[in-house]
């Protein structure tokens, strides 16, 4: 890299070694040009993270790029041919490769650019230093602008003036909190947090699919309490979630999922949320229907669960509302208990999620045919028969088999058959 001495060297990593990075690398270098890795991968390297995308670098156009892949053989993917990037394909390993650029001009998602082949020219136009790391395939890293020293101290800080890294692109406002809720250690930096906070009005142009990325990405966080308690008191939340903000009941979920192992964005972002508010942030949002339907089920649930169900009602509740559903419900009703400083310890909340894991709801073992084959006329008699075999079939705990259900629906049948004849 012209200019700039490495700085350091990572340790072993797997992804350097692996056959399909060499390929990728080979290709782009094979007539003498240069590539180097670039961003998150070096970045997560750095603190022994797991790396799960790798990003290339290098001087060479996109077409340039896509002729040295594929003729080595490497499948290349023109992704975002028109800003620089080309995907290159080895089996179910992708590498994603970007011409060094200037942003000539940026307009929200989109740039003008226009490529170069310097370095410090490419460096100097990403948005956190900590993003701003380069390394060759022995592991030399590039640090241009001290995001080395700011990656191990947990500082996220803008390259060059943050308000103009902001004004750019207005996601970058919300990333800076996303890495913080990653990467952060201590107090933000003083001169990104003031240019987020005075421009926080400029987020209501943005999409609702940006904001969600980034929301989502940051809630998946180990615990992005404390960000987003920085985001509330620097008017962000405010232009991204509508209504109460719900901080300590997020506090205590992350506390809950954490003595789980899990993490689940989308549950966090539904503690989050006011009952009330929950069908206006999957508008604001974009949620897919997936995403609004289990967000409005987690806010206005179909029925109540608390930690004294007995497990007769905890399979009732499984088969009504769908496992997923019903442990939403049981970790938020676990963390509104420890909000409450009420039954915190509560010994029945893990028994209802390993029941919800190991029991499957069983299937209703009579059909509409059957209703048919014992002489019901096609129609909503059907329907009715089914239901009121279901509701007796429930109350047993769905314990009746096949040769019982079909006598009580045969005894239903005969019922219907005998009121339609009195009518």
Aim: a negative charge; charged letters at 25%.
């Amino acid at each position: 890299m012209p200019a700039v001495i490495p700085a350091g060297t990572l340790p072993p990593q797997d992804w350097l070694r692996a056959e399909e990075t060499r390929a990728v690398l080979a290709a782009l270098t094979a007539e003498g040009g240069e590539a180097r890795f670039v961003g998150g991968c070096v970045r997560d390297a750095v603190l022994g993270r797991p790396v799960h995308d790798i990003d290339i670098a290098t001087p060479e156009p996109p077409d340039r790029v896509m002729a040295l892949l594929e003729a080595a053989g490497v499948h290349a993917v023109p992704t975002g041919i028109d800003h620089g990037t080309v995907t290159a394909v080895i089996g179910s390993a992708y590498f994603e490769v970007t011409t060094l650029r200037l942003d000539v001009e940026t307009y929200g998602r989109h740039a003008q650019v226009r490529y170069t082949d310097d370095w410090l020219i490419d460096a100097a136009r990403r948005d956190f230093t900590i993003n701003t790391l380069y390394c060759d395939l022995e592991g030399q890293i590039y640090d241009p602008h001290g995001g080395l020293a700011d990656l191990r101290a947990g500082c996220v800080r803008f390259v060059g003036a943050a308000e103009a890294r902001i004004r750019e692109d207005v996601l970058r406002l919300l990333r800076f909190f996303r890495f913080r809720a990653h990467y952060g250690v201590g107090e933000p930096d003083p001169e990104g947090l003031a240019a987020c906070t005075r421009l926080a009005p400029l987020l209501d142009g943005l999409s609702g699919e940006r904001v969600a990325g980034e929301m989502l990405r940051l809630l998946e966080a180990l615990d992005p309490a404390a960000e987003i308690a920085r985001m509330i008191e620097a008017g962000v939340i405010a232009r991204l979630l509508p209504g109460t903000v719900r901080l300590n009941r997020l506090r205590a979920l992350v506390g809950v999922e954490a003595g789980l192992g899990e993490v689940d964005p989308l549950r966090r972002l539904g503690a989050l949320l006011a009952p009330e508010t929950a069908e206006a942030v999957a508008s604001r949002l974009v949620l897919s229907n997936a995403e609004s339907v289990r967000l409005a089920r987690m806010n206005a649930p179909a029925a109540q669960v608390d930690g004294a169900l007995d497990p007769a009602v905890q399979r009732l509740l499984i088969y009504r509302l769908g496992t997923e559903t019903f442990r939403d419900l049981v970790l938020l009703a676990w963390a509104d208990a420890m909000e409450d400083g009420a039954a915190s310890n509560e010994p029945n909340w893990p028994a209802m999620l390993d029941l919800a894991g190991r029991w499957t709801p069983p299937v209703l073992p009579v059909r509409g045919r059957d209703a048919l084959a014992l002489g019901l006329a096609p129609g909503p008699a059907v329907g009715e028969a089914l239901s009121r075999v279901e509701v007796w079939w429930m109350e047993r705990d769905f314990a009746p088999e096949r040769p019982a259900a079909l006598a009580k629906l045969k005894e239903i049948v005969a019922t219907l058959a005998d009121g339609a004849g009195k009518g």
